[in-house]
């Protein structure tokens, strides 16, 4: 890349994931503004990008279902593709047999001698209602035998050892708001999401990407890191979706992250799975394998696997992929928070430079927020 036309831009994007292109997207539609958007990938998309690879598109950091409750968000997202209506279901790999997961009636029936099931559905039922999910964490302080035995065997099966895999940590060292993500379900509905808009885009994300980077006034240039960059470039704004310790230098420290590593199969036979996901709280090393051709029922004779291998993150070796959320590392983040804010026109978002697991949805809400503050100015 030629770094001497990139002495002056008005908006400055670092990172093209969905934050960074939700903010580009804004500037350039409704301010009439110009923007370059850098990304050190040689792809669009950030976590999100996917190809199609005979007949199946393949989620290249794994499986991205799309939900949401927030209407703006889906209407936003909407104007750059139809989306299909996927639903995800995921089931659980223990005792030999695929479950679905959250752990719900079905999962007891399957697993459980039929009284026993039963007497446990009446009970969650009288404590917690109907068609509601229950953090595991709650359901194991409840002072009854039955649900006890319930908590146990979720917390054993379903969410020890995936916990354990996927964290590296014992489920009470990670902070609750990454936990509650574990639930049982009381009832059937086997979704494992129940947010009102749900779906995938209908020819992929990286189309949805590039619908989104569309406008003329936007200049996107790949293969290029910060590093490269910020000695030869000026800015009137500044957004920053990568890491925040690194743009600091990493002078407080390294920010914590979990990583993961992507191992894909093909198989010559139509479907492998029940469902698309399925988790292996149990057994093996990966924590799921994922089945990418059921998110757009794309029919095929052959299929493809992604299994899932978690990984401690090591600067410069893997990538970051979830900021692992507890009281030590949220104070670290707070020093770098305390940083950018003396920084002025630079703003920080997305799930690197916040710090934070971010669902694609909250990506997307943030971006908008920080453009309407952006507009109050
Ligand atoms: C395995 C996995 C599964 C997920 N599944 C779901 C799901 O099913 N549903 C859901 O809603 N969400 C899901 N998510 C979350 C979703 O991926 C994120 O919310 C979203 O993609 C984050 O977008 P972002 O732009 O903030 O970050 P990213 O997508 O990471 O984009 C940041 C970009 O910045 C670039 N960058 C970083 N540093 C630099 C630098 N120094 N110089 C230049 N470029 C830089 C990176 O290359 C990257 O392209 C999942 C996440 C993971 C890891």
């Known amino acids: 890349m030629n770094t001497h036309q990139l002495r002056y831009v008005k908006n400055l994007v670092v990172g093209c994931g969905l934050s960074g ?27 999100i990008y996917d190809y199609k690879e005979n007949g199946i598109t393949i989620h290249q950091y794994g499986p991205h279902a799309f939900h949401t409750n927030i209407k703006h968000v889906w209407d936003y997202i909407q104007q750059f593709s139809d989306f299909y209506s996927f639903q995800l279901r995921v089931s659980a790999w223990i005792d030999g047999q695929a479950v679905p997961v959250p752990f719900n009636f079905n999962s007891m029936e399957r697993l459980f001698p039929q009284f026993l099931a039963e007497k446990i559905q ?46 590296g940590l014992k489920p009470e060292e990670i ?34 990407a590039e619908k989104m980077l569309e406008h003329p006034l936007i200049d996107v240039r790949l293969n290029t890191a910060w590093s490269q960059v910020k000695d030869t470039i000026s800015y009137e704004r500044l957004f920053y979706t990568g890491s925040i310790d690194e743009f600091f230098g990493y002078s407080e420290g390294v920010l914590p992250y979990r990583s993961l590593f992507f191992k894909k199969q093909e198989l010559n036979h139509p479907y492998e799975q029940p469902t698309a996901n399925l988790n292996y709280p149990c057994n093996y090393e990966w924590t799921r394998v994922c089945e990418p051709k059921y998110f757009l029922d794309e029919q095929t004779d052959h299929t ?64 908008l927020c920080l453009f309407t503050q952006l507009l109050q100015q």
């Open 21 to 47: 292109m939700v903010v580009a997207e804004r500037i350039a539609s409704q301010l009439g503004e110009p923007v370059l958007i850098i990304d050190k990938r040689a792809h669009i998309g950030g976590n």
């Open 175 to 208: 902070d609750p708001t990454v936990t509650a993500r574990v639930p049982i379900f009381v009832g059937r509905d086997d979704r494992y999401f129940q947010d009102k808009y749900q779906g995938i885009p209908l020819h992929g994300y990286t189309t949805m």
């Open 122 to 167: 009446q009970k969650l039922i009288t404590r917690f209602g109907y068609d509601v999910k229950v953090p595991i964490l709650e359901l194991r302080k409840e002072n009854d035998a039955d649900l006890a035995f319930l908590a146990d065997f979720v917390y054993k099966n379903v969410f020890e050892g995936y916990t354990l895999k996927q964290w």
């Open 304 to 367: 493809v696997l992604m299994r899932e291998y978690p990984q401690a993150f090591s600067l410069g070796k893997n990538e970051p992929y979830y900021p692992i959320a507890n009281p030590d590392n949220n104070a670290l983040y707070e020093k770098y928070l305390l940083k950018a804010k003396k920084l002025a026109s630079v703003y920080f978002l997305g799930r690197l430079g916040d710090y934070k697991y971010y669902n694609m949805d909250q990506c997307i809400d943030r971006a």
